[in-house]
T-cell receptor, first 114, second 114 residues
């Protein structure tokens, strides 16, 4: 069965500092990878996704993620965070033969401080 | 273009009562999904409709949950009778086609069973 691990439940960071949110997955088949963000009192919004091709994926709001097949990781990065990036971030996977359903990690709460 | 909408935004009910959640997908999206996040846990898949047909209901927890999508437009998720462990946030998502397509999420319905 496929699974997603987000080891960091909370990540505090100062404004303008870089940040990396970690995501590892477990799967015996090829996967598609997603990062979603949930701002307070809002629904989930897609930040970026990896389907195939270049392993470095750029998303909205200056975020990017790199697919590393050998390490089964899809870490999310931003070189300089802003207060408005404070939100909960979810890594998710789907896979061929798994239907369309997404399997999510437990989420990482990013708190950006002044 | 309107996004995915969900009603109600919040619901507080007593154990044993019935609650019906509604989801209106993005117009033209054949795929509709229900997910649930119990407090402190990951977002979990419940079921997937393609038009009015249930494509995958492997995540439905038990027969107290009934989902419908009459006419292939909006969907309802009924919980009858509700139990304490049903508390959580219920998300609906929709997508236009299949596996690679982005799932667009609604803001969720926060259900509290007392």
């Amino acid at each position: 069965a496929q699974s997603v691990t987000q080891l960091d439940s909370q990540v505090p960071v100062f404004e303008e500092a870089p940040v990396e949110l970690r995501c590892n997955y477990s799967s015996s088949v090829s996967v598609y990878l997603f990062w979603y963000v949930q701002y307070p009192n809002q629904g989930l919004q897609l930040l970026l996704k990896y389907l195939s091709g270049s392993t470095l994926v750029k998303g909205i709001n200056g975020f990017e993620a790199e697919f590393n097949k050998s390490q089964t990781s899809f870490h999310l990065r931003k070189p300089s965070v802003h207060i408005s990036d404070t939100a909960e971030y979810f890594c998710a996977v789907s896979w061929q033969g798994g239907g369309n359903k997404l399997t999510f990690g437990t989420g990482t709460q990013l708190k950006v401080e002044l | 273009e309107a996004g995915v909408t969900q009603f109600p935004s919040h619901s507080v009910i007593e154990k044993g009562q019935t609650v019906t959640l509604r989801c209106d997908p993005i117009s033209g999206h054949d795929n509709l999904y229900w997910y649930r996040r119990v407090m402190g846990k990951e977002i979990k898949f419940l079921l997937h409709f393609v038009k009015e047909s249930k494509q995958d209901e492997s995540g439905m927890p038990n027969n107290r949950f009934l989902a419908e999508r009459t006419g292939g437009t909006y969907s309802t998720l009924k919980v009858q009778p509700a139990e304490l462990e049903d508390s959580g946030v219920y998300f609906c998502a929709s997508s236009s086609r299949g596996l690679e397509e982005t799932q667009y999420f609604g803001p969720g319905t926060r259900l509290l069973v007392l």
